[in-house]
C-alpha cells in the first residue's frame, strides 16, 4: 500500500513538474511571438486604410473611439483621421461591425471629406463561402453591387427593401449587414468631434 502510494505522488510531482515546465514553455513562446503577431496588425492596418482611402501618401493624423448606441447596445467605432503629406483633410477610415449570417461582420470604410465613400475592405467574417462571402467583391467599385462613391447620409439599403444597392444572390441577410456596417461607419465618422467640430456626446443609431 505504501508503496502504491509512494508510486502515486511520485506521478503526482513528475505530472505538475511537467505542467509547470510547459506553461513556462509557452509563456516564453507566446512573448516571442506578441511583438511579431502585433507588427502584422499593424501592418495589415495600415494596408487596409491605404486601400480603402485610395491613396499612399497619407498620415492617420488622429484616431479617435466614437461610441454610439445601436439597438440598444451601446459600440465602439474605431475613426481613423486621414490627411496627406502637406496635412490636406482626407477624410476618414472608419471600423464598423455587426452581425451578419453567419457571426461578426467587420468592415473598414475610407470616406472621403463629404463623406462619399472611397472603398472598403472586410476585416472579419463568418459568412458562407460562395455566398455572403461575396461581400468583399460584390459591393466594389464597377460590381453588381457597387457603393463606391455613393453616400449613406441617406441610408444605403438593398433593392429588396426599396433601396439602391443590388444584395448579393441568395444572401440577402449578410447584404442587410454589410450595408448596416457601412452606414453605421459613416454615422460615426460624422458623429466624431474632430471630423467637424461636433461635440463629444454620442448620437442614437437607429437600425436600418
Known amino acids: 500500500m505504501k508503496k502504491l502510494e509512494s508510486s502515486l505522488l511520485n506521478m503526482a510531482l513528475v505530472l505538475t513538474g511537467v505542467a509547470v515546465v510547459m506553461g513556462g514553455i509557452l509563456a516564453f513562446v507566446n512573448h516571442l511571438t506578441e511583438g511579431p503577431i502585433q507588427q502584422q496588425k499593424e501592418k495589415a492596418l495600415a494596408d487596409g486604410i491605404k486601400a480603402v482611402m485610395v491613396c ?39 471600423e464598423s461591425a455587426t452581425m451578419g449570417f453567419g457571426g461578426n461582420l467587420k468592415v473598414l470604410v475610407g470616406f472621403d471629406p463629404e463623406g462619399n465613400i472611397l472603398g472598403y475592405t472586410l476585416l472579419e467574417h463568418a459568412e458562407t463561402p460562395g455566398l455572403g462571402a461575396k461581400a468583399d467583391q460584390w459591393f466594389q467599385k464597377g460590381q453588381k453591387g457597387d457603393i463606391i462613391g455613393k453616400s449613406p ?22 447584404s442587410r449587414a454589410f450595408l448596416k456596417a457601412v452606414n453605421n461607419a459613416y454615422k460615426a465618422y460624422k458623429s466624431d468631434p474632430a471630423a467637424d467640430g461636433q461635440t463629444g456626446a454620442s448620437e442614437q443609431v437607429k437600425s436600418e
Open 56 to 94: 499612399n501618401d497619407l498620415v492617420v493624423a488622429n484616431t479617435d473611439e466614437v461610441t454610439q448606441n445601436v439597438d440598444g447596445k451601446e459600440l465602439t467605432y474605431t475613426v481613423y483621421e486621414i490627411k496627406d503629406q502637406q496635412g490636406k483633410d482626407l477624410g476618414a477610415a472608419v
Open 153 to 174: 447620409a441617406t441610408p444605403l439599403t438593398v433593392s429588396k427593401d426599396g433601396g439602391q444597392v443590388d444584395a448579393i444572390t441568395a444572401s440577402t441577410i449578410t
